[in-house]
């Protein structure tokens, strides 16, 4: 029977609330979908892990809510059992499971008290979901075969047995299991070990799917197309390559739209529209929100801020303003990465984009998006003038560029509260806003201090903006001696 499915990303620091959820499921419902899949990770409320149930992750009684005020909409979990694990492995009790300490995302399948943990997991999630479909995820375990016991086994085997397994284990439950397709693409010898009736998500959101598609038809599997809504790579959604990626997929019998991430600013509400679109069978995005109350504000942000400069413009790899501005506890990564594009006539022209975006917001959740990056790029300006103002001498100028750049931060902050509150948004955002400010205001004091240089000498501005600048450390030991931060 054919199956349509879109996943909604409840893991990466997400918390929803039943309202959230509700009004999720109910599309779902209404808009020519069978069933959502709820992508967990670490952030479902497993009984036999109670060490990790982060605050506002999704619990088996929320499941049972759902699942019986939308009877008609399959609730599908997405859990993970190898990769992905990073939710689990970073914590005090989950640490022992890790392939490398304190490195990655994949746990160790030669580890027995992994095998029964993750069995257990698995059991917790037949238990909790009344779902056919079982998806144990399997995808992007890349650190195959890296600790001592997995380097005596062949990577084919390793995987194979430990997902086939889970895989058996679900179907003795009277259940169908899934996995992503990527790890038996890379290894097709393990697909001799996987039960022939687990389905196979085939995520390509790149090029053309069919090759793979065919090939793991041909070893006698049932396969699920997936699309993806490109929001990981891009400042909100990249309209034009979202659009090409479903259109390639939308006729398929079985088709799985995908949504990941709406950490670091994203906003799943912003999305409902292509949602909706793909699960309706229309692939012209543009349309869907041209249809809405979204008309200007999708076209600025979803194609001309995208065609404003190499900044925005689309690629494969997750959102890099994004990431420096928010994730490492460093925005000026962002500046000494992004000032040569935005501090000149393509920065001008996105941060027009940007403002007039401002002026078609049609509510909060859309204008979280937009002052990100308008945002976004007035801090990379600022910072940029602070560089120039500190090379040629001139520490009591920088400090004057950088000043503002605080309340730039404060800002950013309570738009991640409204997210966090009005979309079931990250919980972690507000607290990296808070950590970016705080280093903007660290570095400003560093610029009186040493700025003249008084210390004898000028620390690079690469230098003085680092966290771990420390006076008098000229020849920067803590960048130089890298290994001593490995632990392995
Ligand atoms: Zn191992």
Redesign the pocket.
Known sequence: MPLRLWTLDVAREQSFTDEHLDRWVSLTGQSGYDGIGLYLEHRFAYPSAPWAHGEGCITPEQVARLEQKFPQVQIIPFINVLGHMEGFLYTEQGKRFA?ERFKGLSA????PEFRQFVERLVDDTITSFKSDLIHLGGDETSQLG??P??ALRHKEELYGEHVGALARRVLEAGRRPAIWADMLLEHPVAMNLIPKETLLFVWEYFDDPQPAAEMLRNAGFEVVLCPTLHTYNSAWLNLRQSERNIRSMIHEPNFCLTTWEYGMMGNVETLRPAIVAAGVGNPDLMDAYEQGHAKHWARLMGVELVDSGPTFAEGRHRSSLRSRLLLYGNPFLASHMHAESLSGPAGELALRIAKEAEFYTPDNNFMCVTMLVSKAIEFVRLADQARQSYAQGLPGIAVASLAPCRVIFDDLERFAVANRLNAGGSRADEFRCRQAKAHVERVIRRVRDFGAGQLGYMPSWETITDPRFTPHDQGNWWRINAWGEELA
Request: overall charge neutral; glycine content about 0%.
């Open positions: 392939e160790c399948p030669s580890n890296k600790c016991a997995c």
